[in-house]
C-alpha cells in the first residue's frame, strides 16, 4: 500500500511538471490511468519498454520497431494515401487567354510493407510497392487471368482465350519439367529405346515433341497453374470451334503461316503441322498433320495407349471423337497446354 501511494505521489508530481496539458496522473495523455503511465513515469528515470515485451530497454537485446526489427529504424517504405488534384490558372498575354489547369499532389503513408504489383510492363504497377502480390494485370482476357503472354523456360507464350478456356497459342518447347527438372533430348537412335521422359524437335517451326512418359510425369510437363489437355478439354474446344466437321479448318494456322497448311485460325489457336515421332524412331508427317497429346487413357490400345486428337491438311475436321487416333509409349506428339 505504502508503494503504491509512493507511485501514485510521484506521477503526480512528475506529471504536473512535465504533463501539464494531461488529466493527472494520466502521464502519457491517452485518458486511461494504467501501467503504460507506469512505464512512462520510470522513463523519466532513464528506463522504458518501448516494444512492450516486458524487459527494459538498456537489459533488452532485441528492441523491436513497429514493423518488428530488432532496433529497427521503424515504417520506411512509401505508399500512395490519397491523390488530389487541385485547379489553377495562368494567364496567357500570348493569346490573350486564361489557361486552367489540374495540379496533382500525392499524399503518401510511410509503413512496413507495401504489397502490390511490382511489374512495370503491367497495366496496374505499383513503382511504390515493396513485394509483389501477384494482382500485376496486362490487359488480357479473364479466362487467362488478364494475361496476353507467358514466361516458360525462357520462352514467351501467346495466350488464347477460346470459350471459357485459356490455351498456349503455340506448341510447347519446354526442356525443363514445372519443378526444375531436365528433360533428356532424344535426337536419334535413343528415341525408340528409351524408358525415360524424352523430347525431340525436328524443326523450329513447330515446336518440340514429348514421348508419354514426358506427357504423363508427375513433376508437370506444362507450368503451375497449367495442364496437358484432357479428352474433355479438347472436346470442349471442338465444340466452341464448331463442331468436329468444321473445328480443324477453324483451329489451324493460315497458309500464310505454313503454306501447306489450309487454316482459317478462326480463334487464334494458331495449331500448326508438327507431325510425329513413332515408336521406332522415326519421323512422320510434319507439315501435314498435327497430333496433340491428351491424358486421356485408351486402355483398349494397351497400357501406354492415350488419345491424340489431330488435324490434317486437305481436311476441315478436327478428328476427336473421344479420342479416334492414340498415341503409345515412345511416339512423340505435340503438346498444348490449358490453364486450370
Given at each position: 500500500?505504502?508503494?503504491?501511494?509512493?507511485?501514485?505521489?510521484?506521477?503526480?508530481?512528475?506529471?504536473?511538471?512535465?504533463?501539464?496539458?494531461?488529466?493527472?496522473?494520466?502521464?502519457?495523455?491517452?485518458?486511461?490511468?494504467?501501467?503504460?503511465?507506469?512505464?512512462?513515469?520510470?522513463?523519466?528515470?532513464?528506463?522504458?519498454?518501448?516494444?512492450?515485451?516486458?524487459?527494459?530497454?538498456?537489459?533488452?537485446?532485441?528492441?523491436?520497431?513497429?514493423?518488428?526489427?530488432?532496433?529497427?529504424?521503424?515504417?520506411?517504405?512509401?505508399?500512395?494515401?490519397?491523390?488530389?488534384?487541385?485547379?489553377?490558372?495562368?494567364?496567357?498575354?500570348?493569346?490573350?487567354?486564361?489557361?486552367?489547369?489540374?495540379?496533382?499532389?500525392?499524399?503518401?503513408?510511410?509503413?512496413?510493407?507495401?504489397?502490390?504489383?511490382?511489374d512495370p510492363?503491367?497495366?496496374?504497377?505499383?513503382?511504390?510497392?515493396?513485394?509483389?502480390?501477384?494482382?500485376?494485370?496486362?490487359?488480357?482476357?479473364?479466362?487467362?487471368?488478364?494475361?496476353?503472354?507467358?514466361?516458360?523456360?525462357?520462352?514467351?507464350?501467346?495466350?488464347?482465350?477460346?470459350?471459357?478456356?485459356?490455351?498456349?497459342?503455340?506448341?510447347?518447347?519446354?526442356?525443363?519439367?514445372?519443378?526444375?527438372?531436365?528433360?533428356?533430348?532424344?535426337?536419334?537412335?535413343?528415341?525408340?529405346?528409351?524408358?525415360?521422359?524424352?523430347?525431340?524437335?525436328?524443326?523450329?517451326?513447330?515446336?518440340?515433341?514429348?514421348?508419354?512418359?514426358?506427357?504423363?510425369?508427375?513433376?508437370?510437363?506444362?507450368?503451375?497453374?497449367?495442364?496437358?489437355?484432357?479428352?474433355?478439354?479438347?472436346?470442349?474446344?471442338?465444340?466452341?470451334?464448331?463442331?468436329a466437321e468444321?473445328?480443324?479448318?477453324?483451329?489451324?494456322?493460315?497458309?500464310?503461316?505454313?503454306?501447306?497448311?489450309?487454316?482459317?485460325?478462326?480463334?487464334?489457336?494458331?495449331?500448326?503441322?508438327?507431325?510425329?515421332?513413332?515408336?521406332?524412331?522415326?519421323?512422320?508427317?510434319?507439315?501435314?498433320?498435327?497430333?496433340?497429346?491428351?491424358?486421356?487413357?485408351?486402355?483398349?490400345?494397351?497400357?501406354?495407349?492415350?488419345?491424340?486428337?489431330?488435324?490434317?491438311?486437305?481436311?476441315?475436321?478436327?478428328?476427336?471423337?473421344?479420342?479416334?487416333?492414340?498415341?503409345?509409349?515412345?511416339?512423340?506428339f505435340s503438346?498444348?497446354?490449358?490453364?486450370?
Amino acid at each position: 500500500m505504502r508503494i503504491t501511494l509512493l507511485l501514485f505521489a510521484l506521477l503526480l508530481t512528475l506529471g504536473l511538471s512535465a504533463q501539464e496539458t494531461c488529466m493527472q496522473p494520466d502521464v502519457n495523455c491517452d485518458g486511461y490511468v494504467n501501467v503504460n503511465d507506469l512505464l512512462g513515469l520510470l522513463g523519466y528515470y532513464g528506463d522504458e519498454d518501448l516494444d512492450g515485451d516486458g524487459i527494459w530497454d538498456d537489459q533488452d537485446d532485441c528492441v523491436e520497431d513497429e514493423c518488428g526489427v530488432c532496433d529497427g529504424p521503424g515504417p520506411q517504405v512509401l505508399a500512395v494515401d490519397t491523390i488530389t488534384f487541385t485547379i489553377d490558372s495562368i494567364f496567357v498575354e500570348a493569346i490573350d487567354e486564361w489557361y486552367v489547369f489540374e495540379v496533382p499532389d500525392t499524399l503518401f503513408t510511410i509503413v512496413c510493407t507495401n504489397p502490390g504489383c511490382t511489374d512495370p510492363m503491367a497495366e496496374n504497377y505499383d513503382p511504390y510497392a515493396s513485394e509483389d502480390d501477384q494482382t500485376c494485370t496486362y490487359g488480357g482476357p479473364e479466362q487467362c487471368a488478364g494475361l496476353l503472354t507467358l514466361t516458360y523456360d525462357n520462352h514467351i507464350y501467346n495466350l488464347v482465350a477460346i470459350g471459357e478456356q485459356c490455351w498456349f497459342a503455340e506448341n510447347l518447347e519446354t526442356e525443363h519439367f514445372s519443378n526444375g527438372t531436365e528433360i533428356p533430348e532424344q535426337p536419334g537412335s535413343g528415341w525408340s529405346g528409351t524408358d525415360q521422359p524424352a523430347w525431340c524437335q525436328y524443326h523450329p517451326d513447330y515446336g518440340y515433341l514429348y514421348n508419354t512418359r514426358a506427357m504423363l510425369d508427375s513433376s508437370g510437363l506444362c507450368p503451375s497453374g497449367w495442364r496437358v489437355p484432357s479428352d474433355e478439354d479438347w472436346l470442349a474446344l471442338s465444340d466452341f470451334a464448331g463442331g468436329a466437321e468444321i473445328a480443324g479448318e477453324a483451329l489451324k494456322a493460315t497458309a500464310d503461316d505454313f503454306p501447306s497448311w489450309d487454316g482459317l485460325n478462326s480463334f487464334g489457336f494458331s495449331a500448326v503441322p508438327g507431325g510425329s515421332r513413332i515408336g521406332n524412331g522415326e519421323w512422320y508427317d510434319f507439315g501435314s498433320i498435327g497430333i496433340f497429346w491428351s491424358t486421356t487413357p485408351r486402355p483398349e490400345f494397351g497400357e501406354w495407349g492415350y488419345s491424340a486428337p489431330f488435324m490434317y491438311t486437305g481436311d476441315s475436321q478436327f478428328n476427336f471423337e473421344n479420342g479416334s487416333n492414340a498415341g503409345w509409349v515412345n511416339d512423340g506428339f505435340s503438346v498444348r497446354c490449358i490453364k486450370d
